[in-house]
């Protein structure tokens, strides 16, 4: 028998908790580490749809990249929807683990998974801990260098599909060869990407500004901004893969294929 524990134990050794930045809010939500556990959903959301999936599934933990309750509550009552989900899931006999910046600082974390979709072969990390192993961010090289606009249909090919899409920024010809990535929003280290001296950087929910005066200084590295979500995604196989090798007998691991980028609608014009 495999308890939500012994499933914990194996998640905090690949992503020990002692990596989180000390803002965010990462282990156990909801749970009792004593309960058997035989069916696990990942994913990157803690939302509506995500626990419906979990419920179906009949997964008695849900193990998720962002935080359900990153800041400080007085209570979780089920008339709001954080607590509705901590209800729900209670209720059901299921737990929530979240990993969230210790995995994207564990080696493997986060933006391994999203460099190994995008074929890089990875160097080490964008913004390295004192260990030079950990940290956020991963640097890398493609097999062989090809042209941004290739580069931008090579990164849209690698992450599930979004309404909002992969969107490009720099120039379509220039050869892209060394590539930074960041899951999640990554807009703060697009000076460290800048001062690498890398071809292109990958991560999303970059904004209008500091893009626009990144083109101006001479739009090196470019830029690709994927969706949240997407850029996150990969590393759910990660998790899966590390679950598997350690529980995998006793415990069938289900990653998530419910999209929950908030963005579903896009304009026809
Ligand atoms: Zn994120």
């Not at 965010?24 to 556990?37: H, Q, Y």
């Not at 935080?67 to 954080?82: D, F």
């Amino acid at each position: 028998m495999t308890t939500v524990g012994d499933v914990v134990a194996v998640l905090e050794a690949a992503y020990p908790p002692a990596l989180a930045e000390s803002w965010d809010a990462v282990g156990l939500v909801c749970g009792d580490p004593a309960e058997p556990v035989d069916r696990v959903l990942v994913c990157v959301d803690p939302v509506e749809a995500t626990v419906d999936e979990a419920l179906e599934l009949g997964a008695q933990l849900v193990v998720a990249h962002h935080p359900l309750l990153l800041r400080g509550v007085h209570g979780v009552p089920a008339s709001t929807p954080k607590g509705g989900l901590v209800h729900r899931l209670i209720r059901a006999g299921a737990g929530l683990f979240c990993a969230h910046t210790n995995a994207d600082a564990a080696a493997p974390g986060v933006s391994d998974a999203l460099a190994d979709a995008l074929g890089l072969t990875v160097t080490g990390p964008l913004n390295p801990n004192d260990d030079g192993r950990t940290g956020i961010g991963r640097v890398g090289e493609l097999p062989a260098p090809e042209p941004f606009h290739a580069f931008v249909e090579r990164v849209a090919a690698a992450l599930p599909a979004t309404a909002a899409g992969v969107r490009g920024a720099g120039e379509r010809d220039r050869l892209i060869r060394t590539v930074a990535v960041s899951g999640g929003a990554g807009d703060s280290y697009l000076g460290v990407a800048t001062a690498l001296g890398v071809d292109a950087y990958v991560t999303a929910d970059l904004r209008h500004h500091p893009a626009s005066e990144h083109l101006a200084l001479g739009a090196v590295p470019a830029l690709v901004d994927v969706a949240h979500w997407a850029s996150e995604w990969p590393w759910c196989e990660q998790v899966a893969a590390i679950l598997r090798g350690a529980v995998g007998g006793n415990v069938d691991i289900t990653v998530s294929i419910r999209t929950t980028d908030p963005w579903t609608v896009v304009s026809a014009r």
